[in-house]
């Protein structure tokens, strides 16, 4: 089956640096790749998310980008924010009843 | 907006007692999750249900059941709960493949 592997476990920035999160996934067939974000006594919150055919995403102070053939996406925050500390999901899909595979999670600190 | 609702946001049970989670979804969605979160593990998928009392195992079934009788709403039963399934448990619900989370349930088994 799937498996996602998800770098680093945790990130601390200066707030206004940007931070970079790395997930690696083994299906080929994977087409779908969102992204959350868990803030502390919550659920975990879609983000933002990739699909197969696309190479990059933006919105707004958030990117996605894909590379298909090394099987590897990031997330890329920009001019970081206190309120952007919380931890980060990446996950896969491979499925169109939506079954995701999710990484171990990034807990990013953004420090004033 | 999307609402997913658990029953609880903390349980405290003893080992052995049958433990029910609840969730309720209000979008019409057809499918629905049950994942349990622990620290450096991610979120792990227990079951899954795509449509009315149909549920498929995810990758950690064991220990647990669900039922899905009404499309809104997915239980998860632990029929003899013990210890190391003192956990988060997150529920979920998708019409395609953006998935929608609850708040979360935090069960201490003792």
């Known amino acids: 089956g799937e498996n996602v592997e998800q770098h680093p476990s945790t990130l601390s920035v200066q707030e206004g640096d940007s931070a970079v999160i790395k997930c690696t996934y083994s299906?080929?067939?994977?087409?779908?790749f969102p992204w959350y974000k868990q803030e502390l006594g919550k659920g975990p919150q879609l983000i933002i998310d990739?699909?197969?055919?696309?190479g990059e995403k933006k919105d707004q102070r958030i990117a996605v980008t894909l590379n298909k053939t090394a099987k590897h996406f990031s997330l890329h925050i920009t001019e970081t924010q206190p309120e952007d500390s919380a931890v980060y999901f990446c996950?896969?899909?491979?499925?169109?009843?939506?079954?995701?595979?999710f990484g171990a999670g990034t807990q990013v600190v953004v420090t004033p | 907006d999307v609402k997913v609702t658990q029953s609880s946001r903390y349980l405290v049970k003893r080992t052995g007692e049958k433990v029910f989670l609840e969730c309720v979804q209000d979008?019409?969605?057809?499918?629905m999750f049950w994942y349990r979160q622990d620290p450096g593990l991610g979120l792990r998928l227990i079951y899954f249900?795509?449509?009315?009392?149909?549920?498929e195992k995810g990758d950690i079934p064991e220990g647990y059941s669900v039922s899905r009788e009404k499309k809104e709403r997915f239980s998860l039963i632990l029929e003899s709960a013990s210890t190391n399934q003192t956990s988060m448990y997150l529920c979920?619900?998708?019409?395609?493949?953006?998935?929608?989370f609850g708040p979360g349930t935090r069960l201490t088994v003792t």
């Open positions: 996950a896969a899909s491979t499925d169109s009843w939506g079954k995701l595979q």
């Open positions: 990739i699909r197969s055919n696309v």
């Open positions: 249900s795509y449509d009315v009392k149909m549920k």
């Open positions: 979008m019409d969605h057809e499918n």
């Open positions: 299906d080929s067939a994977s087409n779908y």
């Open positions: 979920a619900s998708s019409s395609r493949q953006e998935q929608y």
